[in-house]
């Protein structure tokens, strides 16, 4: 097949965790036995050899540089982002995205026919999609998470950055969704109760749940339990979900874990830290780490890896990671969505935990039990080989794209 991959985030290295990692590795896939042409945006920390890497990648690679930051400041331009929401139907952030330039290419490539297939990797890439395409060619939107459902649960569980921003928003948003997921032949989430949102919207729509997958070369099993009182998140620490956990583990959790275990430290694994989580580093026994050449050296190095994820859907990479290197996670609902991890007839692969006394008893066992470690380590290895492949991944998508 022609498949047009559409991508504003730039994809490689995919060490960059998120959505660079779910696209390249899928491109990676598909390139295998179909010619693949990837649409992709050039922000200003992409570097030349980045670029040469990820030509190596695809069939050919079209980049175009990412819009800059236009408009009006303060109250005034707030007023008219929401002001054009309201009217357009589409939401800023994916506003901001948006190139005349690209549109131009992929109209010219669609009318053309050019291509059998277009994916979009995300969802603010749907935007250039039209809805006529659907009767002319496959049209697949690749959803990592629901923006509505989002933004709800934010609210709700009020960790929300701008509450009132988010209230005027959130109809909006759902209208948006069900909008925009209407156009396309197939939709693709990445767990069971994101299909359920969407398919709320969009009753009578075809919807696959795609998890993301793990590439071993990068995260080994671990040779070794290095023991002691180590805890660790991972993640960017830029991404508002990311930055609650951080927060809220540092400033609730890890006080009553240390008047147990003096000695417990945590270390906060992730680039682009911003000044709420750089703060969290004058705390005793807290290290903010920044972008590191290896985030598995670090995993290794942890008796325990935390994902205390309170807001934030779809399945999480840091789960899928922390788990083939062979480190104990334990998890939050949220941290641990997509996964099996207890029940019955199912292995013990993590600890479940999401009120503080719950992090306190489940760190506690952990710390206090090798025999434990050793078996969320090999259980929760052996759930990411059997399931969590990207081979596997990509088999599932390279069928869908195939309908």
Known sequence: MKILMLSSTFPY??????????????????????????????????????????RESVEELVVFPRPQESGVGGFVGKVQRFGAFLQQGTPPSVQSIYSVQIQKWIDEAV???????????????????????????????????????TCRQQLETKTAEKPLRDRLNL??????????????????????EDKQQIQAFNPNDTIEVIPNGVDFTQFPMRSKDPGG??????????????????????????????????????????????????????????????????MVEYLHQATVCIIPMRTGFGIKNKTLEAMAAGVPVVGSDRGLEGLTVEGDGVPLRALRANRVEEYLE??????????????????????????????????????????
């Not at 109809?171 to 069971?192: D, G, H, M, N, W």
């Not at 991944?393 to 390279?398: D, H, I, L, T, W």
């Open 13 to 54: 290295p995919p060490t960059r965790g998120g959505t660079q990692v779910r696209t390249f590795n899928l491109l990676k896939y598909l390139q295998k036995r179909h010619n693949i042409t990837l649409i992709t945006q050039r922000a200003s920390d992409v570097t030349d050899a980045e670029v040469e890497k990820l």
């Open 111 to 149: 009318a053309a026919g050019n291509f059998e297939v277009i994916t979009c990797e995300h969802s603010v890439n749907e935007i250039y999609v039209r809805p006529e395409w659907r009767q002319k060619l496959r049209t697949v939107v690749n959803i990592h998470s629901s923006v509505y459902a």
């Open 171 to 192: 109809p909006l948003l759902r209208r948006y969704e069900q909008r925009y997921c209407s156009k396309f032949s197939a939709i693709v989430v990445t767990t069971e």
């Open 229 to 294: 009182c180590k805890l660790i998140f991972i993640g960017a620490m830029d991404n508002r979900p990311n930055i609650d956990a951080a927060q809220f583990f540092s400033l609730q959790v890890l006080p009553q874990i240390q008047k147990r275990y003096p000695d417990t430290t945590l270390e906060l694994v992730g680039a682009r830290p911003v000044p709420e989580v750089v703060e969290l580093g004058k705390l005793p026994g807290i290290k903010v780490t920044g972008r590191v050449p290896s």
């Open 362 to 403: 489940a760190i506690s066992r952990l710390f206090e039990n090798p025999q434990l470690r050793s078996l969320l380590s090999q259980n929760g290895r052996s759930l990411i080989e059997t399931e969590y492949t990207w081979e596997t991944v990509g088999m599932r998508y390279e069928k869908v794209l195939n309908l």
